[in-house]
Nanobody
Framework: QVQLVESGGGSVQTGGSLSLSCVVP????????MGWFRQAPGKEREGVAI???????NYADSVKGRFTISKDNAQNTLWLQMNSLKPEDTAKYYC????????????????????WGQGTLVTVSS
């Protein structure tokens, strides 16, 4: 069973920073695209950032300039550095791995083969 293991969520005040990590099995890490998604209470899951297998990155407009997605190839770890956090960033954050992600309006959706982490909660207070 494939497991993506996330960590790093927590509570911060507006303007603060958090870093999320996601350990991805090695046999996927080098070949798959990966991304971060989030789901706020009462809302649909939305894409935050994607990093392709060639390290091309894409971000949701709402997080551009504030969030950075990156990979640590030596540790098979996907990262999301979140700066200048806002209350509207409050959500449960999920990492995902898939052969590729389709553009789906302002977001993305993974290919039929895909894997999700269990999610980690981020709360930003005003």
């Amino acid at each position: 069973q494939v497991q993506l293991v996330e960590s790093g969520g927590g509570s911060v005040q507006t303007g603060g920073s958090l870093s999320l990590s996601c350990v991805v099995p090695g046999h996927l890490f080098s070949r798959y695209s990966m991304g971060w998604f989030r789901q706020a209470p009462g809302k649909e899951r939305e894409g935050v950032a994607i990093i392709d297998s060639d390290d091309t990155t894409n971000y949701a407009d709402s997080v551009k300039g504030r969030f950075t997605i990156s990979k640590d190839n030596a540790q098979n770890t996907l990262w999301l550095q979140m700066n200048s956090l806002k209350p509207e960033d409050t959500a449960k954050y999920y990492c995902a791995a898939a052969p590729f992600f389709f553009t789906d309006g302002p977001s993305w959706r993974p290919s039929s083969t895909h894997y999700w982490g269990q999610g980690t909660l981020v709360t930003v207070s005003s």
